[in-house]
Each structure stands twice: as C-alpha cells, then as structure tokens.
C-alpha cells in the first residue's frame, strides 16, 4: 500500500519486475496536504548489478547523489512506473506538466529540436480527452531491449486501457528523469524510497 493506494510487490512486462520504490506527489497549502498520485517503481531486479560502484552508501548518501540516478536510467534493465491518481484532474492539465517538465530539461541541454516536440506533442495530445478521475491509473514502461523508446498507458474505471509509444530517444530519456531523475525528480519521496532499496539490496548483493 502507498498512502492507502495498492500497489501489487511484483508486476509481469516480459519477466517480472519487483516494487523498489514508491511515494506521492502532493504540496501543502496552509498547513493542509493536498495529495495527487501515489507512485509505484518497479525495476528488475537485477539493476543491482549495474550499481556496485554505490556499495556500503546509506539511503541518504544515495537519494542527494543524482549520479547514481542517471545510473539507474541508463542501466539496460526493464523499468515501469505506475502512477495512481488521488486528487482528480483533466488529462490536458496532466499533458501540461509532462511537456513542460520534458521541454525545459531539453532546452537546458540544448536538445529541444523538432523532432523532440512533436514527440512531446503526441503525449499531450495522448493525453488531452482524457479525465483523471481518482484511481485512475497511468503506467509508463522503459523496455531495456528498446531504450530509445516507451509506452505510455492509461486507464479509467470502465474503460479499456488506452496505450501509446514515444520513439524519441531524448524525450524517453526526460520522461525517466521526471520521476527516478533523483533530486530533480517529481517525488521526493519516491526517491526517498528507491535509495532506501536500492541501498538495502546493493549490501545483500554484494556480500
């Protein structure tokens, strides 16, 4: 469970992935927390293999070094992110923050060209009709085997799940660095949680 959210431990893409870190996204406005969507990451397990370099680092050595992060991003395993609505909201107000958090680490690169926004303009327009309502859940999957690209999924109580691909490469990358990108990241608690993990398996793989 996450903030009351469930979350099943393993789920199965093409072989399964374990629950390594989870969180909210919220903020607080005069005292009163307000939440948007509890965040589930699920990685292979495996990634540990491609972090030893972080051998013996606490949970929060871990969670301010955005090093490790990158590593995590660029490690060829299986990556998937579950995304549980709790506060309501339109998909074009949801569009709008994906593009706007894609665009601006693209532009500080100097990577934001054509192809990248009518790459992001797919994902908004993906999500523009769509209604957020609560339990609402959006999944994003990072195949190892295909890392320039990822689907985009989208379920509604009631409705059939609705899915997309993005094939940008830089945008792929963006949208990891938008929740596991460490602390630039969405959720803070959610990187929290993976540093936790990752930490506790990082010491049990090694010894």
Known sequence: MVDEVPFPPIVNITKPLSLL???ITDIEIHFLQIKFTA?????????????HKWKG?????????????QAIISAPVDKFVRVVVIKE?????????????????????????????EAVE????FFQSKYFNKDSVLTFYFPAASPTSAQIGFASEGKE??????????VVEMIEKWYLGG???LSPT???????????NLSISCN
Do not use: C, W
């Open 161 to 170: 799940e609705s899915k997309m691909e993005v094939k940008n490469g830089n």
């Open 21 to 23: 870190g989870h969180g």
């Open 89 to 117: 909201i339109k998909g074009s107000q949801f569009g709008v923050q994906i593009e706007s958090a894609v665009r601006d680490r693209l532009a500080e690169i100097d990577k934001y060209e054509e192809e990248e926004e």
């Open 190 to 200: 959610t990187i929290s949680s993976l540093a936790t993990s990752l930490s506790t």
């Open 57 to 69: 680092k606490s949970a929060a050595e871990l969670a301010q070094d955005d090093h490790f992060f």
């Open 183 to 185: 602390t630039t990241a």
């Open 39 to 51: 965040i589930g990451v699920y990685l292979d397990p495996h990634i540990v293999s491609h972090l």
């Open 122 to 125: 797919q994902v908004v327009e």
